[in-house]
C-alpha cells in the first residue's frame, strides 16, 4: 500500500537549516506531483511547495518563495525540503503529499508529519 514516512524534523534555532526527507513507496513515484504542506498549532493546513513528476515546475508559497527549495530523486523514492533561513513563523508539523499525475492538489494520501520548531 502506499506509504509516506517524513523525517529530519528537529529544534533549530532562528536563521538556521533543516532538509526535510519524505520516503515513498507503494506506488510509482517517479509518475506523480508531489507537496509538501503544514500545520502550525491553532492554524490551518498551508501548501508549501509543489513539484512535477519529472522534478520541473517547482511552485512555492509566497512566505517561504526563496528560502526553501523542493526536490525529489525519483531514483530513490524520496522527496525532500531544503529550509533556509528558519524562522519563528516556520513552526509547524510537516507533512508530504501525494498528488495526481496531472495536479499536485488532486490529493490521495498524506504522510504523518515531522515536527519542525523554530526557537531560540
Known amino acids: 500500500q502506499v506509504q509516506l514516512v517524513e523525517s529530519g524534523g528537529g529544534l533549530v534555532q532562528p536563521g538556521g537549516s533543516l532538509r526535510l526527507s519524505c520516503a515513498a513507496s507503494?506506488?510509482?513515484?517517479?509518475?506523480?506531483?508531489m507537496s509538501w504542506v503544514r500545520q502550525a498549532p491553532g492554524k490551518g493546513l498551508e501548501w508549501v511547495s509543489s513539484i512535477s513528476s519529472g522534478g520541473s515546475n517547482p511552485y512555492y508559497a509566497d512566505s517561504v518563495k526563496g528560502r526553501f527549495t523542493i526536490s525529489r530523486d525519483n531514483a530513490k523514492n524520496t522527496l525532500y525540503l531544503q529550509m533556509d533561513s528558519l524562522n519563528s513563523e516556520d513552526t509547524a508539523t510537516y507533512s508530504c503529499?501525494?498528488?495526481?499525475?496531472?495536479?499536485?492538489?488532486?490529493?490521495?494520501?498524506w504522510g504523518q508529519g515531522t515536527q519542525v520548531t523554530v526557537s531560540s
Open positions: 507503494g506506488f510509482t513515484f517517479s509518475s506523480y506531483w
Open positions: 503529499a501525494k498528488g495526481s499525475r496531472y495536479h499536485p492538489r488532486e490529493v490521495d494520501y
